[in-house]
Antibody, heavy 122, light 107 residues
Framework: EVQLLESGGSLVQPGGSLSLSCAAFGFTFSGHDMTWVRQAPGKGLEWVSL????????FYADSVKGRFTISRDDSKNTLFLQMNSLRAEDTAVYYC???????????????WGQGTLVAVSP | EIVMTQSPATLSASPGERAILSCRSS??????LAWYQQKPGQAPRLLIY???TRATGVHARFIGSGSGTDFTLTINSLQSDDFAVYYCQQYVHGPPLTFGGGTKVEI
């Protein structure tokens, strides 16, 4: 079955660190750009970070730049998000998602994980 | 950063009616726009990409249109399963990507 499964979310104190994983199944993971999108409780979607195929380039929202690091291990079909210096405003459900089609000038996302909750609180 | 503005924030409609959702960008995004549907407790689902192309498996009652800065998602003959929150997202110059604030379609 084609799917993405996130893990790693938990309760963490402000200033702490957390690492999220997103395991990919049923498709050629290395052939897709991948992204993280988050959603604070009761709020809309916020793009967080993106990594191109082969990890050639990475991008971050200003709100997380310098604190979060996106990476991928194509040999393990897994996407990662290392989150440091966490703040209360980072509290959200974090989704990983797959770019629908590489190389056609698009960055829209046709496969999403179920999400993992990160709660930053004392 | 390109700002995406969706209106209305909430749209009340009845099954069988047509819903028209608007998305406006602060600068042109050409046709580099996607629409997503999100139901409570679920991940977003891609409906439309390149402003007007339906994603795989999306019903023909979902119609995307527009170009430049003004876009519309039309949902014809609303079904009970269509009541959800809808988001637009631009990707004209690659990252940073931005989403609109969402439109909730409710009964």
């Amino acid at each position: 079955e084609v799917q993405l499964l996130e893990s790693g979310g938990s309760l963490v104190q402000p200033g702490g660190s957390l690492s999220l994983s997103c395991a990919a199944f049923g498709f050629t993971f290395s052939g897709h750009d991948m992204t993280w999108v988050r959603q604070a409780p009761g709020k809309g979607l916020e793009w967080v970070s993106l990594i191109y195929r082969r990890g050639s380039d990475t991008f971050y929202a200003d709100s997380v730049k310098g604190r979060f690091t996106i990476s991928r291990d194509d040999s393990k079909n897994t996407l990662f998000l290392q989150m440091n210096s966490l703040r209360a405003e980072d509290t959200a459900v974090y989704y990983c998602a797959r770019d629908r089609e590489a190389g056609d000038g698009s960055l829209d996302f046709d496969l999403w994980g179920q999400g993992t909750l990160v709660a930053v609180s004392p | 950063e390109i700002v995406m503005t969706q209106s209305p924030a909430t749209l009340s409609a009845s099954p069988g009616e047509r819903a028209i959702l608007s998305c406006r960008s602060s600068q042109t995004v050409n046709n580099k726009l996607a629409w997503y549907q999100q139901k409570p407790g679920q991940a977003p689902r891609l409906l439309i990409y390149f402003a007007s192309t339906r994603a795989t498996g999306v019903h023909a009652r979902f119609i995307g249109s527009g170009s430049g800065t003004d876009f519309t998602l039309t949902i014809n003959s609303l079904q009970s399963d269509d009541f959800a929150v809808y988001y637009c997202q631009q990707y004209v110059h690659g990252p940073p990507l931005t989403f609109g604030g969402g439109t909730k379609v409710e009964i």
